[in-house]
C-alpha cells in the first residue's frame, strides 16, 4: 500500500511583526501610537490595515521600516521580520540595504515626498544606483523604463521634468517608479490615492494591482477608505487607539464584522442603494494616545458596553476560523441579543 503523502507545510510568512509599540515623547506626556501590533503578510498577498485617522497606521508603516523620528521609541521586545530576519536588530547599514530594495514605501502626500530640487529621473535613478552599483547611464535607462512601466507618458523627456511640473496624478506614479525601480519583495502604500480625485484613485489602484501582478510583491495597503480595502485586499485589519481591534478574511469581515467598531465604519459609508438621509456616524472620536481609556478602548463610543467593557481590555477573540476581535461580545455572545430584544420591548412599550 502506498503512503500517504504529507500534507505540505504552510509557506513562512513573508513579514511577522509581534508585539510592536511605539511611544514618542510630547508636552502631555508619553503618547502609546502603537501598542502591542501584530500581523502577518505573505508572498504576493496584498493585505489591508484601516482605521481612522490617528489610530497608528501611518506610524505602524514607518516603524516597519525603522523611521520612526528622533522622539519616537520602539519598545523593546518588538519584532519585525523579514523572511525570517529580525529588521529591528540589523545595524544601519543593513538597514539601508532593506529599504528600497527589499521592502518599499510610497506615502501619503508626492508632493512633499518628492525632492523638489531634483528632477524625477534623478531621484529613480538614485534608488538604482543606491542598491544596485550600476553605471549612472545604465541607472538612467532603468529609472525611464520604469516611469514610462508605471504610465508617465514619454517618459524619457518627462524625466527631465521636476516634480512642480507634474501634475498630482503624475508625481504619485513617479512615487511608486521609485519604490518600484528595485522590484521590491513587499510594498507598503501608506495612503496612496488620499489627495487626488476619484477617477486618478482608480487608475493608480489599477496600476498598483497590475503591478503586483507583474513583480509578484506582497502589498500593505493603509487606508481609511472601505471601498478600496474592498475591492483589492485578500485580509484585513482594523486598527483602533493604537492596536489592532479586528483581523479577518475581507470578504468576512465585510459580511459579518465581529467588532462595534468595525461596524460603525461599515455602517458610515453612503450606499447607492439606500434610502439617501444623514450619514451614520460613530459617537465621540479617537481619544489621544497620551491617555487611552481603561479596558476597552472603544468603549466611551460604544452602544454594547457595560461594566466589564471599562474595567477588562479585552484580548483578541475568534469569531470564526481565521476571524478575531478585541470584543467581549465574543465571549458573552448572549448579551448583545439580549440588549437587543429589551431595546425592541422599549420601543414597542414607548409606542403603545
Known amino acids: 500500500m502506498t503512503a500517504p503523502t ?65 522622539d519616537g ?62 553605471a549612472a547611464a545604465e541607472a538612467w535607462r532603468r529609472a525611464v523604463e520604469m516611469l514610462e512601466l508605471v504610465g508617465i507618458p514619454d517618459a524619457a523627456p518627462a524625466a527631465h521634468h521636476y516634480p512642480h511640473q507634474l501634475s498630482g496624478g503624475m508625481r504619485q506614479r513617479a512615487l511608486i517608479a521609485m ?8 510594498l507598503i502604500a501608506d495612503e496612496p490615492t488620499t489627495a487626488l480625485d476619484v477617477t486618478i484613485q482608480a487608475e493608480i489602484l489599477e496600476l498598483l494591482t497590475d503591478l503586483q501582478r507583474r513583480f509578484g510583491m506582497a502589498v500593505l495597503l493603509i487606508t481609511h477608505n472601505l471601498g478600496i480595502v474592498a475591492e483589492t485586499t485578500q485580509r484585513t485589519y482594523v486598527m483602533y487607539a493604537g492596536e489592532i481591534v479586528e483581523e479577518a478574511p475581507t470578504p468576512a469581515l465585510f459580511a459579518a464584522p465581529a467588532h462595534p467598531y468595525t461596524e460603525g465604519l461599515l455602517a458610515a459609508v453612503p450606499r447607492l442603494d439606500a434610502p439617501q438621509g444623514r450619514l451614520t456616524a460613530i459617537p465621540g472620536q479617537v481619544p489621544p494616545a497620551t491617555a487611552w481609556p481603561a479596558g476597552c478602548r472603544f468603549h466611551p463610543r460604544c452602544a454594547w458596553a457595560w461594566e466589564r467593557c471599562a474595567a477588562e481590555h479585552p484580548p483578541l477573540l475568534e469569531a470564526a476560523p481565521g476571524h478575531t476581535a478585541r470584543c467581549w461580545l465574543l465571549a ?14 422599549g420601543s414597542r412599550g414607548a409606542g403603545a
Do not use: W
Not at 458573552?332 to 420591548?345: D, F, H, I
Open 6 to 70: 504529507p500534507a505540505a507545510a504552510p509557506a513562512a510568512p513573508l513579514l511577522e511583526v509581534k508585539d510592536l509599540s511605539v511611544t514618542y515623547r510630547t508636552a502631555a506626556g508619553p503618547a502609546r501610537a502603537v501598542d502591542g501590533i501584530a500581523l502577518v503578510i505573505h508572498a504576493g498577498e496584498t493585505v489591508g490595515l484601516v482605521g481612522e485617522s490617528g489610530c497608528g497606521k501611518s506610524v505602524t508603516s514607518l516603524a516597519l521600516l525603522r523611521l520612526v523620528d528622533p
Open 332 to 345: 458573552e455572545p448572549g448579551r448583545r441579543a439580549a440588549t437587543s430584544t429589551a431595546e425592541a420591548g
Open 73 to 134: 521609541h520602539v519598545a523593546l521586545g518588538s519584532s519585525v521580520r523579514l523572511e525570517g530576519r529580525e529588521l529591528l536588530a540589523l545595524p544601519g547599514k543593513e538597514m539601508r540595504q532593506v529599504r528600497g530594495n527589499h521592502v518599499a514605501i510610497v506615502f501619503q502626500e508626492p508632493a512633499t515626498a518628492l525632492n523638489p530640487v531634483l528632477t524625477i529621473g534623478d531621484q529613480v535613478a538614485e534608488v538604482v544606483r543606491t542598491h544596485h552599483k550600476v
Open 179 to 186: 519604490a518600484l525601480v528595485c522590484h521590491p519583495k513587499l
